[in-house]
């Protein structure tokens, strides 16, 4: 869900809505920011039907989102239904009645919308942290770490991720499932589809019609139920992935032949460690390098979602091993300079990311979101067992 750095963070949304690499909110702290367009490591939106929306009739909160006034499709959608089932070979006449069904949402998309031109949001990480790396989230990820203890140590030798990774993704996500949003996804997806609150930029609607168009294949192939609940923007389950992510990365964690990442705990971890698997995570490899950069860093930040930088760029601009640390595993891969903003002070801490970092960013656009879900983790670590 957004601008460049100050994007929303839905789960794996972000990894869809294009952007930047700084700050955005989650689902279960809807007040930062959203992401773009179809980013790395997810496939590009589906184009079914007309790529710019056309405003519907109906607008009033709970109206109906799919239908002119004379209670038929509206001609884009109809379009859109038509292309779908044709293309995936999907039965028309059930999705055309779901589809009848849908109401808009108006806090869907007043939640959704970009911020009024003009008003600044300063990007704070110590504010960011605090809201994902505090007490009760740190206890509350000790107790699911314990509880679960088994499969996320499963998860974690399948895939290569560490346990504490996985559980602190599901709990800055949705409080280790305890918030996973109770909007009707098919309602919110059709809203953002054919309504959303920025007309100017089309693109966002083209990927919400893509994420629509998976929801249905998976509603009508018998992998998602079409009263499904969710976020605000459509991220389903304890890991909030998006219908396509479901599609892509979820895993049928305990073999019952269903994947189901709200009820199914198994599956939820499984799933978040195919995702991280699928997006670049590499076994062993740390999340930051024990290195202590120059003074001022800045020169070395990019920005951007993939690393750049190698150990002999970095030791030539003045980085130096940590004391006691070792080059060995990591000093061969590329790194980043990761920048981490108080915007209001003008100041920074600065980190070296290794490509799990980036892995961590496909899950969400965001150098705060990675740090924090790396932060927790590590919070978590130093905890569990005690």
């Not at 909110?25 to 929306?53: D, E, F, K, M």
């Not at 849908?102 to 869907?108: F, G, I, L, S």
């Not at 693109?203 to 992998?223: H, P, S, V, W």
Request: aromatic share 8%; charged share 15%; glycine share 10%.
């Amino acid at each position: 869900m957004f601008i460049c750095r100050r994007l929303l963070q839905l789960g794996t949304l972000s990894a869809l809505l294009a952007g930047c690499s700084t700050t955005a909110p989650t689902a279960s702290n809807p007040s930062a920011a959203l992401p773009p367009a179809a980013t790395a490591g997810n496939p590009a939106p589906i184009r079914i039907g007309p790529a710019a929306p056309t405003p519907g009739p109906e607008l009033a909160d709970d109206g109906p989102a799919a239908l002119t006034p004379s209670g038929v499709l509206r001609p884009e959608v109809r379009s859109f239904v038509e292309s779908l089932a044709a293309e995936r070979n999907l039965p028309l006449k059930p999705m055309v009645s779901a589809l009848e069904s849908t109401r808009y949402n108006a806090t869907v998309a007043r939640l959704i919308a970009p911020s009024p031109p003009g008003k600044k949001v300063w990007r704070s990480w110590l504010t960011y942290r605090s809201r994902f790396v505090e007490p009760k989230r740190i206890g509350w990820g000790v107790e699911f770490y314990n509880e679960h203890r088994d499969q996320l140590n499963q998860a974690a030798q399948r895939f290569g991720v560490p346990a504490p990774i996985i559980a602190s993704i599901i709990g800055v996500e949705t409080l280790y499932g305890r918030n996973m949003g109770n909007f009707r996804v098919l309602d919110a997806l059709t809203t953002l589809a054919f309504d959303y609150p920025a007309p100017a930029k089309p693109e966002r609607a083209t990927m919400f019609r893509g994420q629509l168009a998976d929801f249905l294949t998976l509603a009508m192939t018998g992998k998602l139920d079409l009263e499904t609940r969710g976020s605000y923007a459509g991220a389903i389950g304890m890991p909030q992935f998006m219908p396509t992510s479901i599609k892509h990365y979820a895993v049928d964690g305990d073999g019952s032949g269903h994947i189901d990442l709200t009820n199914n705990t198994r599956d939820a971890i499984m799933s978040v460690g195919s995702f991280l698997s699928q997006h670049g995570w590499q076994r062993g490899l740390p999340v930051f390098a024990p290195v202590a950069l120059p003074a001022d860093p800045t020169a070395l930040v990019d920005g951007g979602l993939e690393p750049k930088q190698t150990w002999g760029t970095l030791t030539a601009a003045g980085a130096r091993l940590q004391p006691g640390a070792s080059a060995t595993g990591w000093g061969a891969q590329p790194m980043g300079i990761v920048d981490l903003v108080e915007e209001a002070r003008g100041t920074a801490q600065y980190r070296v990311g290794t490509p799990n970092f980036f892995a961590l960013t496909k899950y969400n656009r965001s150098y705060f979101y990675a740090t924090a879900v790396a932060d927790l983790a590590s919070e978590i670590e130093a905890r569990v067992g005690r």
